[in-house]
Nanobody, 125 residues
Framework: QVQLVESGGGLVQAGGSLRLSCAGS????????MGWFRQAPGKEREFVAA????????VYADSVKGRFTISRDNTKNTVYLQMNSLKPEDTAVYYC??????????????????WGKGTLVTVSS
């Protein structure tokens, strides 16, 4: 069974940091683009960041540029999202995604072949 499992969410004060992890299992994601999306209460899911399989291409939403960093370790089948200078508006459920194509690298795309179940990030003011 192919799975993506997120971890690392929690409660943090504004200005703080969190590091999210997404571990894949059931298949290798080495040649998959991987990304992060989020959905805040009452809002639609939105793109956050994505990374190509070889890490040579990274794309970020304007709202997180300069604060969030996406990375991956193909030996561990894992993608990370380092979140710094967190703001209350970053509060959301964060989802990991993987896709064999490059569509995850297009911020307007909201589709992916595989999705995790999400991890909640709450930023208090």
């Amino acid at each position: 069974q192919v799975q993506l499992v997120e971890s690392g969410g929690g409660l943090v004060q504004a200005g703080g940091s969190l590091r999210l992890s997404c571990a894949g299992s059931g298949r290798s994601f080495t040649y998959y683009a991987m990304g992060w999306f989020r959905q805040a209460p009452g809002k639609e899911r939105e793109f956050v960041a994505a990374i190509s399989w070889g890490s040579n291409s990274k794309v970020y939403a304007d709202s997180v540029k300069g604060r969030f960093t996406i990375s991956r370790d193909n030996t561990k089948n894992t993608v990370y999202l380092q979140m710094n200078s967190l703001k209350p508006e970053d509060t959301a459920v964060y989802y990991c995604a993987a896709d064999p194509s490059t569509r995850l690298l297009a911020p307007e795309n909201l589709g992916a072949q595989y999705w995790g179940k999400g991890t909640l990030v709450t930023v208090s003011s």
